[in-house]
């Protein structure tokens, strides 16, 4: 086996921190939701998912700025989110519930996925494809780029309204004693919806990087699934800042055992972390 250049272990750990800001921007919302409402929201990737497409539809073949349709997808998404949740509440979905029927959600989507766009692949070609910056020795893709700073921006955003607003702290109640928030006046339902609706805004401008920076087919939603999982078990459940840490440390580490190895010892890493810390630390999880 010969080593590396350090050139090359530099740019490959560079492009492990752009791929683990976009598990964690993926983890975010589902570790929020999982975390303070005890749902495992498998329907957070389709969601990812149709808002990618649909960035790739207006982008594609409306010449609308990939950026600009965030001011479509994140209120449409954001109303989606709600709309699980108040299904879900409607038919009082249990926690382990809640992972079997989002399943089945994920699948729907993802048939009327391939009926409207088809299984084929699909690439979207704008004004940030192909663009680079050049950082010493290294390159920086521009799409990339994009999503660390989206990553960064909503991970701190939402880090801040967890700790310093009302609403942020009512949450935190509720995920830890739901009776007795209750008791003081908290409404579980409103507040339940709102970060539901949070959670599916997150989705959809996760979406809006993954055509940024990949090419589409539905079934690529299901292997986001594990890492994702991972970096948000790994992050912590409830902690928008959590999944991001642990998916840049995840994505950094499987950059460099490719590096060093071949591509297919890659998903062995992550699960190889979270076997370990459920291990060590079984009571994080």
Known sequence: MSLPSGALLAQSALSGVFIGSMYGLLGM????????????NLAHFAL???????CYQLAGAGGVDPLATLALIVPLFFALGVAVQWLLSRFRVSPLNSLLATFGLMAIVEAAIQYFWTADFRKLESVYSGQKMRLGGLF???????????ALLLGFGA?????YTNLGRALRALAEDAPMA??????????????SGA???????????????????PSQMYAWVGVVFAAVMLGGLGSPLGPLAAGIIIGVSEAVTMAF???SWAPIVSFSLLIALLLLRPGRA
């Open 29 to 40: 919302g589902l570790g929020l939701a999982w975390g303070l409402l005890h749902i495992i």
């Open 199 to 217: 959670c599916g805004a997150l989705a959809g401008i996760a979406g809006v990087c993954l055509a940024l920076s990949f090419t589409l087919t």
């Open 261 to 263: 190895l071949s591509p």
């Open 182 to 195: 209750a008791a003081f006046g908290v409404n579980r339902r409103a507040h339940a919806l709102l970060l």
């Open 140 to 150: 920086v893709p521009v799409p990339e780029l994009l999503t660390l700073a989206l």
């Open 48 to 54: 990812a998912f149709l808002a990618a497409y649909l």
């Open 159 to 163: 880090w801040a309204a967890m700790r």
